[in-house]
């Protein structure tokens, strides 16, 4: 069964420090993993997709079939990273499975 | 510019009342798709479609039914509201596993 799992519900972090939001998966064949995150009072919207292999507002993951993860990061958190991210599976039929969700606060 | 619309952003209704919650989406996807979002549990697919009149279960179906008459509306249908289906209700649709495009929400309360 495929499985998305973020251990983390809530990250506060300091302005300017390294933020690392984590995401492990179950899969057994070839993941498409995504990063979605949303905004207070805005819509979900992409922020990366691992295949894209780009690194939007700063952020990276990096896929590890090894470890079986697409943990997210930033060197630098700025105060408006504060949001919900969630880390996502593709599966077979284009749809999503998400994980719980990890909310973020980077505080002044 | 992309978009993905839904009928109502806030719905109050009562037990036992029939629920039409309503996606329009204007990029010509093929594909629909109806989650659920609710603290701690994240989103959770309750329906999908690929085409016009076809349909396929997600991961929390029970209770919940879809229409797909025109390929660009997908209409999510609570054909008795309980109390368990408070929730805030996500529309999305994307081209093949292109990336998914998200309508607004509808906060969705039953009393």
């Known amino acids: 069964a495929q499985r998305v799992t973020q251990p983390e519900k809530l990250l506060s972090v300091f302005k300017g420090a390294p933020v690392e939001l984590k995401c492990n998966y179950s899969y057994s064949g070839s993941p498409e993993l995504f990063w979605y995150v949303q905004y207070s009072r805005q819509r979900l919207q992409l922020l990366l997709r691992h295949i894209s292999r780009e690194s939007i507002k700063g952020f990276t993951a990096d896929l590890n079939k090894g470890e079986t993860s697409f943990h997210l990061k930033k060197p630098f958190a700025q105060e408006e990273d504060s949001a919900m991210y969630y880390c996502?599976?593709?599966?077979?039929?284009?749809?999503?499975?998400f994980g719980k969700g990890t909310s973020l606060l980077v505080t002044p | 510019d992309v978009k993905v619309t839904q009928s109502s952003r806030y719905l109050v209704k009562r037990t036992g009342e029939k629920v039409f919650l309503e996606c329009v989406q204007d990029?010509?996807?093929?594909?629909m798709f109806w989650y659920r979002q609710d603290p701690g549990l994240g989103l959770r697919l309750i329906y999908f479609?690929?085409?016009?009149?076809?349909?396929e279960k997600g991961d929390i179906p029970e209770g919940y039914s879809v229409s797909r008459e025109k390929k660009e509306r997908f209409s999510l249908i609570l054909e008795s509201a309980s109390t368990n289906q408070t929730s805030m209700y996500l529309c999305?649709?994307?081209?093949?596993?292109?990336?998914?495009?998200f309508g607004p929400g509808t906060r969705l309360t039953v009393l």
């Open positions: 990029m010509d996807h093929e594909n």
């Open positions: 999305a649709s994307n081209y093949q596993g292109n990336e998914q495009f």
């Open positions: 996502a599976l593709m599966n077979s039929g284009y749809a999503l499975n």
């Open positions: 479609s690929y085409d016009v009149k076809m349909k």
